[in-house]
């Protein structure tokens, strides 16, 4: 269907979506699909749109394959592979125009599967996986290596790198091997006899892969955590962060295990509840061990009264927060930027909180070791904002790197000598004038004894109600908060700066953002972008804000939360922004920002929307 | 929290503990409870023990909620860090706490209504984590701060000092304890000092969750006729069980006591602690003896006191964790990271 001239249009660039039923292990088929394209050289990118379900339930599969090394969704599905009659419908309306779907016609329903602008193909996938294999549950496994077969075959992705990457996955279960490779060749096999391979669509090796990896952001998250030298995690099990203590638990198990004794490195704590897992933190680092726990809204909600008292006592915290889609339970499998306002001014009373913005895996890693050096120095809850599409997705990035010198900033923490030389020991008096004043950890010396309260005290660390005795270290923390400004990461910028109209967003939004970019740059357009990095803004952001006539504020919630913070913190014109706001739960696509920002600069784009689409 | 700061001074003939330190060196603030307040009397067990322990004063951390109660870890020792925590959930500061130094001693100090009701739950998953650390809660079956509320463990048919008659079940920590699997469970009164003040030094020594529920009357709010947690009540419902001595390691046991009267425990450091069976056909090795017996003094309307249940031989969190012996703050940042080499190998999973 796709015509000759376009094919090379789109070699190594279109998008696979991959329409499963949850539980049958089609996770394992859909993520050896894309390692392979990795392997070959050519990037690749992978999103993974689940129920909040164990078995049953509609689940998809997005890969993109994209030559110019793109992060985001593009919006356009080229090959369906229909696996679940039940979405047959919605999934053949949604293969764009010249596009192709690949379905298990054991059970045909022609009438289901019908259009006449895509082409339409059957294999016969659960009666050969039924002719040759034994067991209802191996049967339903490797239906799934079957397509990834066929697919092999229809767009020339190397069968020897899947044969290999099987052979890692089942390294130790021959038996198990043997079988997942005879139903990937059965698959190739039958599309090779009976379709017209490679289609015009197509992969082609590249060299753009070379020092790359594909993580999910949770996982270099917990990566980080055991570099950064945390030795305490508390969390409650909560969707989506869960992975993310599973892959500290699973580093340190690997790294921080006597060998001998068998003696371990390190607490993971499962806690009752979210109230449990932020106080067990707050324990922890009162008591100088790295701390941290990784959760969800719902858990923010519940540790609030919490993290107010870690912000007024100046207790370090480091807290992970794998953004899904809210308000309440909402859809836990689906992602949004939905609780920057909550995390920013988490808790009753004046406070604010020092918050991270990672934009994929890569900076997950980093932030996190960054994360827990800004909370000890500023002695104060740090929040990584995450979310799901970066953190339980797998994406391509640099390959990590470590840099031996590195040694925590544990901050300002008297040692026993240095207390042993004072005539007595105040704990919030500001004598350096950066309102961050000096802690001391129990059981090293009593005369650095203090008592840790979230009721009202004085600078030197007593119970107060007096009127201004409580109003000093209140404004103390306020001006801390200025100290944090100089500390926290600085903003991202993209094109010349001398554009008049700019992009402001954070987050997973960044890969949608810079190839929206790219993409009206080529129709006449350009624009000014700058990725925050942070919260509280710093210096590098109110002179954005101030030196562009027009922004676009880009995010994903309905209530415009990273503009309401921009237009409370930063001395930004409210008028000047403009917000595009996405919050379905699907990760952004760079179609919608491009057409958002076309619909209102119309005049300036060329060809002008309409043309577009 | 006192305002007051109190007077160091030291007579000369004040006796001294091994490290030459007198009572004095282990207070704290002064108390800013009601005079006659029943807290405050713990407050003098916790220092007499911890002074017979010879304890340096900065390797106890004092760990409280919210209430009355609470505010008591303000009036010992001064020379340890304390942490007064949110309502109810000290025991998650405590575990975190724990985690991050296994060498200090913990003790906690919460009331009825911050361990019974609010911190039920944490209360509960403290004592299945079998930390390590003693817990009191001052019992007094009523809300004082905020003048005068039922609490969780106020019994059937106590009275309000303004009359109103209670008709919800109490909450017992120490029967629910022992249904938690808690490994040391004892319950005493602020008024016996001489009961209370070897229970506190058995428990910072036990290994793992020991618990003492300590009835502790309200003079302002729970001391009238009618209320179950009045000092002339408690006093007349009294019936101790187990008394425990404690026994420092190089101490020999002189008294002698009838056979099936006197059971020596060995605790984790090597000191004893000598349980004196006040009824003979008690074993407070038995959970489930204890429990029935429990229940049956309680049908009678009478507090079953002394140590109540003893467990010395179970993991604590840390022995179930496999926590290495130097406290994990302590560890060199070297020994937490595989370092750039570690992480090349760890990256070729993910090409």
Same mark, same amino acid.
């Given at each position: 269907?796709?015509?000759?001239?376009?094919?090379?249009?789109?070699?190594?660039?279109?998008?696979?979506?991959?329409? =499963?039923? =949850?539980?049958?292990?089609?996770?394992?088929?859909?993520?050896?699909?894309?390692?392979?394209?990795?392997?070959?050289?050519?990037?690749?990118?992978?999103?993974?749109?689940?129920?909040?379900?164990?078995?049953?339930?509609?689940?998809?599969?997005?890969?993109?394959?994209?030559?110019?090394?793109?992060? %985001?969704?593009?919006?356009?599905?080229?090959?369906?592979? %229909?696996?679940?009659?039940?979405?047959?419908?919605?999934?053949?309306?949604?293969?764009?125009?010249?596009?192709?779907?690949?379905?298990?016609?054991?059970?045909?329903?022609?009438?289901?599967?019908?259009?006449?602008?895509?082409?339409?193909?059957?294999?016969?996938?659960?009666?050969?996986?039924?002719?040759?294999?034994?067991?209802? &549950?191996?049967?339903?496994?490797?239906?799934?290596?079957?397509?990834?077969?066929?697919?092999?075959?229809?767009?020339?992705?190397?069968?020897?790198?899947?044969?290999?990457?099987?052979?890692?996955?089942?390294?130790?279960?021959?038996?198990?091997?043997?079988? =997942?490779?005879?139903?990937?060749?059965?698959?190739?096999?039958?599309?090779?006899?009976?379709?017209?391979?490679?289609?015009?669509?197509?992969? %082609?090796?590249?060299?753009?892969?070379?020092?790359?990896?594909?993580?999910?952001?949770?996982?270099?998250?917990?990566?980080?955590?055991?570099?950064?030298?945390?030795?305490?995690?508390?969390?409650?099990?909560?969707?989506?962060?869960?992975?993310?203590?599973?892959?500290?638990?699973?580093?340190?198990?690997?790294?921080?295990?006597?060998?001998?004794?068998?003696?371990?490195?390190?607490?993971?704590?499962?806690?009752?509840?979210?109230?449990?897992?932020?106080?067990?933190?707050?324990?922890?680092?009162?008591?100088?061990?790295?701390?941290?726990?990784?959760?969800?809204?719902?858990?923010?909600?519940?540790?609030?009264?919490?993290?107010?008292?870690?912000?007024?006592?100046?207790?370090?915290?480091?807290?992970?927060?794998?953004?899904?889609?809210?308000?309440?339970?909402?859809?836990?499998?689906?992602?949004?930027?939905? !609780?920057?306002?909550?995390?920013?001014?988490?808790?009753? #009373?004046?406070?604010?909180?020092?918050?991270?913005?990672?934009?994929?895996?890569?900076?997950?890693?980093?932030?996190?070791?960054?994360?827990?050096?800004?909370?000890?120095?500023?002695?104060?809850?740090?929040?990584?904002?995450?979310?799901?599409?970066?953190?339980?997705?797998?994406?391509?990035?640099?390959? *990590?790197?470590?840099?031996?010198?590195?040694?925590?900033?544990?901050?300002?923490?008297?040692?026993?000598?240095?207390?042993?030389?004072?005539?007595?020991?105040?704990?919030?008096? !500001?004598?350096?004038?950066?309102?961050?004043?000096?802690?001391?950890?129990?059981?090293?010396?009593?005369?650095?004894?203090?008592?840790?309260?979230?009721?009202?005290?004085?600078?030197?660390?007593?119970?107060?109600?007096?009127?201004?005795?409580?109003?000093?270290?209140?404004?103390?923390?306020?001006?801390?908060?200025?100290?944090?400004?100089?500390?926290?990461?600085?903003?991202?910028?993209?094109?010349?700066?001398?554009?008049?109209?700019?992009?402001?967003?954070?987050?997973?939004?960044?890969?949608?953002?810079?190839?929206?970019?790219?993409?009206?740059? &080529?129709?006449? *357009?350009?624009?000014?972008?700058?990725?925050?990095?942070?919260?509280?803004?710093?210096?590098?952001?109110?002179?954005?804000?101030?030196?562009?006539?027009?922004?676009?504020?880009?995010?994903?919630?309905?209530?415009?939360? *990273?503009? /309401?913070?921009?237009?409370?913190?930063?001395?930004?014109?409210?008028?000047?922004? &403009?917000?595009?706001?996405?919050?379905?739960?699907?990760?952004?696509?760079?179609?919608?920002?491009?057409?958002?920002?076309?619909?209102?600069?119309?005049?300036?784009?060329?060809?002008?929307?309409?043309?577009?689409? | 929290?006192?305002?007051?700061?109190?007077?160091?001074?030291?007579?000369?003939?004040?006796?001294?503990?091994?490290?030459?330190?007198?009572?004095?060196?282990?207070?704290?603030?002064?108390?800013?409870?009601?005079?006659?307040?029943?807290?405050?009397?713990?407050?003098?067990?916790?220092?007499?023990?911890?002074?017979?322990?010879?304890?340096?004063?900065?390797? *106890?951390?004092?760990?409280?909620?919210?209430?009355?109660?609470?505010?008591?870890?303000?009036?010992?020792?001064?020379? #340890?860090?304390?942490?007064?925590?949110?309502?109810?959930?000290?025991?998650?500061?405590?575990?975190?706490?724990?985690?991050?130094?296994?060498?200090?001693?913990?003790?906690?100090?919460?009331?009825?209504?911050?361990?019974?009701?609010?911190?039920?739950?944490?209360?509960?998953?403290?004592?299945?984590?079998?930390?390590?650390?003693?817990?009191?809660?001052?019992?007094? #079956?009523?809300?004082?701060?905020?003048?005068?509320?039922? /609490?969780?463990?106020?019994?059937?048919?106590?009275?309000?000092?303004?009359?109103?008659?209670?008709?919800?079940?109490?909450?017992?920590?120490?029967?629910?304890?022992?249904?938690?699997?808690?490994?040391?469970?004892?319950?005493?009164? /602020?008024?016996?000092?001489?009961?209370?003040?070897?229970?506190?030094?058995?428990?910072?020594?036990?290994?793992?969750?020991?618990?003492?529920?300590?009835?502790?009357?309200?003079?302002?709010?729970?001391?009238?006729?009618?209320?179950?947690?009045?000092?002339?009540?408690?006093?007349?419902?009294?019936?101790?069980?187990?008394?425990?001595?404690?026994?420092?390691?190089?101490?020999?046991?002189?008294?002698?006591?009838?056979?099936?009267?006197?059971?020596?425990?060995?605790?984790?450091?090597?000191?004893?602690?000598?349980?004196?069976?006040?009824?003979?056909?008690?074993?407070?090795?038995?959970?489930? %003896?204890?429990?029935?017996?429990?229940?049956?003094?309680?049908?009678?309307?009478?507090?079953?006191?002394?140590?109540?249940?003893?467990?010395?031989?179970?993991?604590?969190?840390?022995?179930?964790?496999?926590?290495?012996?130097?406290?994990?703050?302590?560890?060199?940042?070297?020994?937490?990271?595989? #370092? /750039?080499?570690?992480?090349?190998?760890?990256?070729? &999973?993910?090409?």
């Amino acid at each position: 269907m796709l015509h000759a001239a376009d094919a090379q249009d789109r070699l190594n660039d279109f998008v696979i979506k991959l329409a =499963n039923v =949850n539980g049958t292990g089609s996770a394992s088929a859909n993520s050896l699909l894309m390692k392979s394209i990795f392997r070959m050289g050519v990037p690749v990118m992978g999103k993974n749109y689940f129920p909040s379900n164990i078995q049953g339930l509609p689940t998809w599969y997005e890969i993109r394959v994209t030559r110019d090394g793109y992060v %985001a969704r593009s919006g356009r599905v080229d090959v369906m592979v %229909a696996m679940n009659a039940e979405t047959y419908a919605k999934d053949v309306k949604e293969v764009s125009p010249g596009g192709y779907l690949l379905h298990d016609s054991t059970w045909p329903r022609p009438a289901l599967l019908k259009r006449d602008d895509i082409t339409i193909l059957g294999a016969p996938f659960a009666r050969m996986c039924n002719e040759t294999f034994q067991g209802v &549950r191996a049967r339903i496994l490797l239906k799934n290596i079957m397509y990834a077969g066929s697919l092999a075959a229809l767009l020339d992705i190397d069968l020897d790198i899947m044969r290999a990457m099987l052979g890692e996955s089942y390294a130790s279960k021959k038996s198990l091997l043997d079988s =997942n490779v005879k139903a990937l060749e059965i698959g190739y096999n039958y599309a090779k006899e009976h379709f017209q391979c490679p289609l015009p669509l197509r992969v %082609a090796r590249m060299d753009k892969t070379a020092n790359h990896i594909m993580i999910d952001g949770n996982t270099a998250a917990g990566l980080g955590c055991m570099y950064a030298g945390a030795t305490v995690g508390a969390w409650y099990p909560i969707t989506p962060s869960t992975s993310l203590m599973d892959a500290f638990r699973g580093f340190c198990e690997k790294w921080r295990v006597d060998p001998t004794t068998r003696e371990r490195n390190f607490v993971v704590v499962q806690c009752e509840d979210e109230l449990s897992a932020i106080g067990a933190v707050i324990g922890a680092m009162w008591n100088g061990a790295r701390a941290f726990t990784p959760t969800s809204g719902p858990g923010i909600s519940l540790m609030n009264e919490f993290i107010g008292l870690a912000y007024y006592a100046e207790v370090p915290a480091v807290i992970f927060d794998i953004q899904r889609v809210g308000p309440s339970t909402g859809m836990p499998t689906r992602t949004q930027q939905c !609780d920057l306002l909550l995390a920013a001014y988490a808790s009753h #009373g004046d406070t604010r909180h020092v918050l991270l913005f990672p934009n994929n895996p890569e900076e997950c890693f980093y932030m996190s070791v960054e994360a827990f050096d800004l909370a000890e120095r500023l002695q104060t809850p740090v929040f990584v904002m995450s979310d799901l599409d970066i953190g339980m997705n797998d994406w391509m990035c640099p390959a *990590l790197k470590w840099d031996d010198s590195y040694r925590p900033d544990r901050g300002k923490v008297l040692t026993k000598e240095q207390i042993e030389q004072l005539d007595k020991f105040y704990r919030f008096v !500001d004598k350096d004038g950066d309102a961050i004043t000096y802690r001391t950890l129990p059981g090293v010396h009593p005369k650095g004894a203090y008592f840790t309260r979230g009721s009202g005290h004085t600078q030197y660390g007593g119970y107060t109600e007096d009127a201004t005795e409580y109003q000093i270290v209140l404004d103390r923390l306020r001006r801390k908060f200025d100290t944090a400004k100089q500390l926290v990461p600085k903003a991202a910028f993209t094109g010349s700066g001398s554009h008049d109209v700019g992009i402001v967003s954070l987050g997973s939004c960044d890969g949608a953002v810079l190839e929206a970019l790219d993409i009206l740059k &080529r129709r006449g *357009l350009q624009l000014d972008y700058m990725r925050v990095r942070s919260f509280p803004f710093g210096e590098e952001v109110e002179q954005f804000l101030a030196s562009h006539s027009k922004l676009f504020v880009i995010e994903q919630n309905r209530d415009a939360q *990273l503009k /309401s913070l921009l237009t409370l913190e930063t001395a930004v014109e409210k008028a000047k922004l &403009r917000s595009i706001l996405h919050y379905n739960g699907l990760p952004m696509s760079s179609n919608e920002i491009v057409e958002a920002i076309a619909a209102e600069l119309q005049q300036r784009v060329n060809p002008p929307l309409s043309a577009i689409r | 929290m006192s305002f007051i700061v109190k007077p160091k001074v030291a007579h000369p003939s004040l006796p001294r503990n091994e490290l030459g330190l007198t009572r004095r060196d282990y207070e704290g603030g002064m108390s800013t409870l009601c005079a006659g307040c029943g807290h405050d009397s713990v407050t003098a067990a916790i220092i007499e023990a911890v002074w017979q322990m010879s304890l340096r004063p900065e390797q *106890l951390a004092k760990l409280s909620g919210i209430g009355c109660s609470s505010k008591t870890t303000a009036y010992f020792v001064s020379g #340890g860090h304390g942490f007064n925590a949110v309502h109810g959930r000290m025991p998650s500061i405590a575990t975190g706490a724990i985690a991050a130094n296994r060498s200090l001693y913990y003790i906690g100090v919460s009331g009825d209504g911050d361990t019974l009701s609010i911190g039920f739950g944490q209360f509960a998953h403290a004592i299945r984590r079998n930390i390590d650390m003693l817990y009191m809660i001052e019992n007094n #079956g009523v809300y004082g701060l905020t003048k005068g509320q039922f /609490s969780a463990s106020a019994d059937i048919g106590s009275k309000a000092k303004k009359g109103e008659e209670n008709q919800q079940p109490p909450v017992d920590p120490v029967l629910t304890a022992l249904t938690l699997g808690c490994t040391f469970i004892a319950r005493s009164f /602020s008024g016996d000092k001489e009961q209370l003040v070897p229970l506190i030094i058995a428990g910072l020594k036990h290994k793992g969750f020991a618990l003492i529920d300590v009835l502790s009357p309200c003079v302002t709010f729970n001391d009238h006729e009618g209320s179950t947690k009045s000092y002339e009540f408690v006093r007349d419902h009294y019936d101790e069980v187990v008394h425990a001595d404690f026994v420092a390691p190089a101490q020999e046991i002189t008294t002698q006591y009838a056979a099936g009267e006197a059971m020596p425990v060995t605790m984790h450091d090597g000191s004893r602690i000598l349980l004196r069976k006040l009824d003979p056909g008690y074993d407070p090795t038995n959970r489930a %003896a204890a429990y029935t017996y429990l229940r049956d003094k309680l049908a009678q309307g009478e507090y079953v006191t002394g140590l109540i249940y003893i467990d010395e031989a179970g993991a604590d969190f840390h022995g179930i964790n496999r926590t290495a012996a130097t406290p994990i703050n302590q560890l060199p940042y070297e020994q937490l990271t595989p #370092g /750039s080499k570690g992480l090349d190998k760890i990256m070729s &999973r993910y090409r």
